[in-house]
């Protein structure tokens, strides 16, 4: 040994470089995606490093959902293409797509929690679909429930608890298997500010543990509040995208006030291309 890396030892570690590098990158490219007549999303093209907490902002329709639809593989758009990694999860077989899912953590708009399972039940039952074994289900669960504060009420129905605790419970069940993205579909829906605000913390929290999230929200307060990227979407169209942005920007303003030949003046993100 001469302390010199070989020329295979150093190809390994350009590979390993090269892999960290793109760990989690998701890229939607000329994303389009009509249901009908209805252009829903209009050409999108966005990349999110993998580590970022990105805010996806937008009045009622504005195609934030679908967006999701799109990158969870469970819709197909009409034109474009999105990788996450190496998954090309527009063009992808049952199989493959079962595994790509288990890399995400998902909390949907409308809850979906099991109703005649406990909290506790509701959590482990995603690991148990991927069947891990009973030894890592019993350690990987309370750490979860504990994570959003829910550990002393896991064994109460869903119909049992407030909004805001069916919230946390669904965010525990997101990220029990410790997924590297958790998508958060407006889970601070129908809460009262002080609810609200503890939901974003714990969204900051699993951020701060090398998870990227990516939260949908009408809530302006929360997005001033979390200041890190936004982006926003109108009509389909991605309008903005800021860095450190808050829902109250001028700019915002101005996009959301402009005739539509205007907002295409303002589009962000072009120079991403
Ligand atoms: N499965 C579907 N079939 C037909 N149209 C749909 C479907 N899903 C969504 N849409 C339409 O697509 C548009 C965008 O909907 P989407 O749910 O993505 O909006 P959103 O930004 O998530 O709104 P919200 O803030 O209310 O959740 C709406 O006009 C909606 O009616
Ligand atoms: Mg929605």
Redesign the pocket.
Known sequence: MNGKMSNNELADLTRFHLYMYYYDVIIFKNIS?K??D?L??DDINLTIEGGEFVS?I????????????LLIGA?KPDFGFITVDDYNVTNMDRNTLQYYRRKLGIVF?DLKLLPKKTVYENVAFVMEVCETSDEEIKKAVPEALELVGLLDRMNQFPDQLSGGEKQKACIARAIVHRPRLLIA??PT?NLDPESTREIVDILLKIHARDTTVLF?S?DNQMIDYIRKRVIM?HE?RMVSDEQEGTYELDMLKQVMNAPSQMVEIHIDGEDEE
């Open positions: 995606k249901y009908g209805n829903v999303l996806l937008g009045h009622s329709g504005a195609g934030k959902t679908t967006l999701i639809q819709e708009q579909d407006e829906g949908a009408h979407l389909g």
